[in-house]
T-cell receptor, first 114, second 113 residues
Framework: KAGVTQTPRYLIKTRGQQVTLSCSPI?????VSWYQQTPGQGLQFLFE???????NKGNFPGRFSGRQFSNSRSEMNVSTLELGDSALYLC?????????????FGPGTRLTVL | GENVEQHPSTLSVQEGDSAVIKCTYS??????FPWYKQELGKRPQLIID?????GEKKDQRIAVTLNKTAKHFSLHITETQPEDSAVYFC????????????FGAGTQVVVTP
């Protein structure tokens, strides 16, 4: 099976702009989670989607939003970009059974806000 | 909400020695604890995990222990090799919050030959 893919891999934006990142999960995985990774902060949970519904949400401002499509592909959007939004954004998909919940990560999208 | 603390932030070991990374969690409802390894420029990958009904789990040179009473779990790497050099993350989640993992801040492990 193909792994989790994310597009684009790199993005450069300026403050105030908005950005959309895309994540394609492993075939058959219905859960997609998004994380922000910055040096020293580890991985911060943004939100998780399952069957097109946001099921869990982290502590990020409303400028961060997401959605999931019927084919389980997910997008996240960041509006009114700030310098502090520069980070590696990782998505992870999961098969989610009662016994098995490994998250498989994508390669990430490196966002730089100037 | 859940909070996961991870120590140390950096760990330098001689090849062949053991490495231990410790994590504590705050939410007693957490019942799944995975460990991820992230090599430079690569995506995090699961190396071992443990569920709350188990106290210890081993996989070759890697082992994880869980103390539910104290709310802490540890990663043990024996006979370290240079390829073990990476950032290691612990995480915690709950059965009814699948998909939401609270990660520790990470431990940079450097194995010197």
């Amino acid at each position: 099976k193909a792994g989790v893919t994310q597009t684009p891999r790199y993005l450069i934006k300026t403050r105030g702009q908005q950005v959309t990142l895309s994540c394609s999960p492993i075939s058959g995985h219905r859960s997609v989670s998004w994380y922000q990774q910055t040096p020293g902060q580890g991985l911060q949970f943004l939100f998780e989607y399952f069957s097109e519904t946001q099921r869990n949400k982290g502590n990020f401002p409303g400028r961060f939003s997401g959605r999931q499509f019927s084919n389980s592909r997910s997008e996240m959007n960041v509006s009114t970009l700030e310098l502090g939004d520069s980070a590696l954004y990782l998505c992870a998909s999961s098969l989610e059974t009662s016994d098995y919940n490994e998250q498989f990560f994508g390669p990430g999208t490196r966002l730089t806000v100037l | 909400g859940e909070n996961v603390e991870q120590h140390p932030s950096t760990l330098s070991v001689q090849e062949g020695d053991s490495a231990v990374i410790k994590c504590t969690y705050s939410d007693s409802a957490s019942n799944y604890f995975p460990w991820y390894k992230q090599e430079l420029g690569k995506r995090p990958q699961l190396i071992i995990d443990i569920r709350s009904n188990v106290g210890e789990k081993k996989d070759q040179r890697i082992a994880v222990t869980l103390n539910k009473t104290a709310k802490h779990f540890s990663l043990h790497i024996t006979e370290t090799q240079p390829e073990d050099s990476a950032v290691y993350f612990c995480a915690a989640s709950q059965t009814d919050s699948w998909g939401k993992f609270q990660f520790g801040a990470g431990t940079q492990v450097v194995v010197t030959p």
